[in-house]
C-alpha cells in the first residue's frame, strides 16, 4: 500500500468530521449550535487533503525545511497571480522585512530614505520599513474606504521619497489610477503589502500588477493557509534573488528545491573563488553577500500550500457571498455602514469593515456581539502612532481620521469557514441589538 492510501485510510479511521482530533475541519462542519457554538471571524478552510500532504511530506522528507515541494509552491503561486518569480517565507511580517531589504538594495535607496504609507494598518508593514533603516512617511485615512487619503499624498512627497507602500484595507482597493497618476509624476514605485488582498483586482488585474513587488500572508485568518507562512512575488528576478540572500542567513548561493543537489549548482560554478581577497575555492552556499536572517518555512507548508491553491477560486468566491449577507444584516442598524468596494475594483474580502457614526454605538455592538459569541476584531493598530512602541515616529494628533479608528471601527468575518446556518445565527444576534435599540 502507498504511503498516501495508508495516510488516507489512517484519516479516515480517525473520522474527518471528528472537531476533537481535527478543529481545522470542524470549521466546515454542519450542525452549529447557536446555542453554545462561537462563530470564529476566520480560520483554515482545510480537509483531510492538506492533513495528508503534511504528513506525507514528514514522511518522504530527506531534509525536512524548504526543499522541493515550497519550491513547487513558489512556482504555481506566482503563475496563478501572474509573477515571475516568488520566495516563500515563515511569515507575511518576514516577507515585508525582507522585500523591503531586498528592494533598497536593489533600487540602492540610503538609509533616511522615505516611504510614503498609511498610518492605519498592520505594524509590521511599518515595522518592516524601520527595521531596513528607512523613514515612514504616515499618510491619513479617508473615511470613504478606510485607505489612505490620495488628496494628502503629493504634499508628503520630498526629495528623499522613494516608495508608497500600500495596504489595501481588509482587501478592499483603493483608487489605483489615482495613485498611479501620482507615482508616475514622482518617479516613485508602488510596494504592495498584499497579505489582506490576495486575488484582490483593479480594472480586471491583480493589485500586484501595478506594483513592483507583493507580500503575501498564510497565518490561519488569511485566505489561504500555511499555518505560519508569506511570499514576497516580483516580475524582477533579481528582487526575488535578493529576498531570498536575506531570508536564507544573506548567503549568495540561489539554488531553490532540486538545484540545491546539482554537484556545481545552479551557477555552474559552485566551488569557485568567490570571496575577494581569498584565492581558495569556497563552496558558494558559504559565500555571504548581504547580513541576513534564517526565515525558511518548513516543507511541509508548501506541500499544504499547494493543495490551498487550488481552492483560491472557491474561497474567493464564498468570501464575496458572505460579505454581500453581511452587507444586507448590518443594514438593518441604523448608524453603521459596511464598507463597500469601488466600481472598478474586485475586492477579495479579508473582512468585513463596519464604521459606527459614535464610538458608543460601536461599544455596544461590539459587546452585543462578543456577548453572543460572534467574534469582532479591530481594524487592527489604529493610528499607529498610537501604539506603545510607535510614538516616537510622528505626533498622532496629526491625523484626525486615522485617531478615530479604534473607536468607530471593527470588522467581522467573511471567511469560508462561516456557514450559512452561522450567518442566520448573525442575523437573529443583529435583528436581537435592533429590537432592544
Ligand atoms: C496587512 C498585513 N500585513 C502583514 C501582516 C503580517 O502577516 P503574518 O501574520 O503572516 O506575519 C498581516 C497580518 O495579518 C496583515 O494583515
Known amino acids: 500500500m502507498t504511503i498516501e492510501n495508508r495516510i488516507s485510510n489512517f484519516l479516515a479511521e480517525l473520522g474527518d468530521q471528528d ?48 526543499g522541493a515541494a515550497v519550491n513547487k509552491f513558489e512556482r504555481r503561486f506566482s503563475k496563478y497571480f501572474g509573477f515571475e518569480d516568488s520566495l516563500m517565507v515563515n511569515s507575511g511580517s518576514s516577507a515585508n522585512l525582507v522585500m523591503i531589504a531586498a528592494l533598497k538594495k536593489y533600487f540602492g535607496w540610503q538609509d533616511g530614505d522615505e516611504i510614503i504609507v498609511s498610518v492605519v494598518g498592520f505594524p509590521t508593514t511599518i515595522s518592516a520599513i524601520i527595521q531596513n533603516n528607512l523613514t515612514p512617511v504616515f499618510v491619513d485615512i479617508s473615511w470613504h474606504d478606510l485607505n489612505w487619503d490620495l488628496n494628502l499624498i503629493e504634499n508628503l512627497i520630498s526629495p528623499k521619497t522613494r516608495a508608497v507602500f500600500s495596504s489595501p484595507v481588509l482587501g478592499n482597493p483603493y483608487d489605483v ?63 526575488v534573488k535578493l529576498a531570498r540572500s536575506f531570508a536564507w542567513w544573506g548567503r549568495a548561493c540561489y539554488c531553490v528545491g532540486k538545484q540545491n543537489l546539482l554537484k556545481d549548482g545552479t551557477c555552474k560554478n559552485r566551488f569557485s573563488e568567490w570571496i575577494p581577497n581569498c584565492d581558495v575555492a569556497v563552496d558558494h552556499k558559504y559565500v555571504f553577500e548581504n547580513v541576513g536572517y534564517n526565515l525558511k518555512p518548513l516543507d511541509l507548508q508548501g506541500a499544504i500550500g499547494l493543495v490551498q491553491l487550488e481552492k483560491f477560486e472557491e474561497i474567493d468566491l464564498l468570501r464575496n457571498q458572505n460579505k454581500t449577507r453581511i452587507n444586507e444584516i448590518f443594514a438593518k442598524i441604523s448608524g453603521c455602514h459596511v464598507v463597500q468596494e469601488l466600481d472598478e475594483a474586485h475586492c477579495s474580502w479579508f473582512g468585513a469593515p463596519i464604521v459606527c457614526e459614535t464610538s458608543n454605538l460601536k461599544r455596544k455592538l461590539v459587546s452585543h456581539l462578543e456577548n453572543n459569541r460572534v467574534q469582532t476584531r479591530n481594524y487592527f493598530a489604529g493610528n499607529i502612532l498610537m501604539q506603545p512602541a510607535y510614538t516616537q515616529y510622528g505626533d498622532w494628533r496629526k491625523y484626525p481620521n486615522a485617531s478615530d479608528v479604534l473607536g468607530k471601527v471593527f470588522f467581522v468575518g467573511v471567511s469560508p469557514t462561516i456557514t450559512r446556518e452561522m450567518m442566520d445565527y448573525i442575523e437573529k444576534v443583529v435583528d436581537d441589538f435592533v429590537g432592544r435599540e
Open 177 to 239: 489610477d489615482g495613485l498611479l497618476t501620482i507615482t508616475e509624476r514622482h518617479n516613485l514605485q508602488l510596494i504592495n503589502d498584499n497579505c489582506d488582498s490576495l486575488g484582490s483586482k483593479w480594472k480586471g488585474k491583480y493589485l500586484t500588477e501595478y506594483g513592483v513587488a507583493a507580500s503575501c500572508s498564510f497565518y490561519p485568518a488569511h485566505h489561504i493557509t500555511t499555518m505560519e507562512g508569506g511570499m514576497v512575488s516580483s516580475n524582477i528576478e533579481e528582487v
Open 19 to 66: 472537531e476533537n482530533l481535527f478543529p481545522y475541519m470542524a470549521n466546515r462542519k454542519t450542525g452549529f449550535d447557536p446555542e453554545k457554538d462561537s462563530v470564529y471571524y476566520s480560520g483554515p478552510y482545510w480537509d483531510s487533503r492538506e492533513v495528508s500532504v503534511a504528513i506525507e511530506s514528514l514522511i518522504k522528507g530527506q531534509w525536512l525545511t524548504s
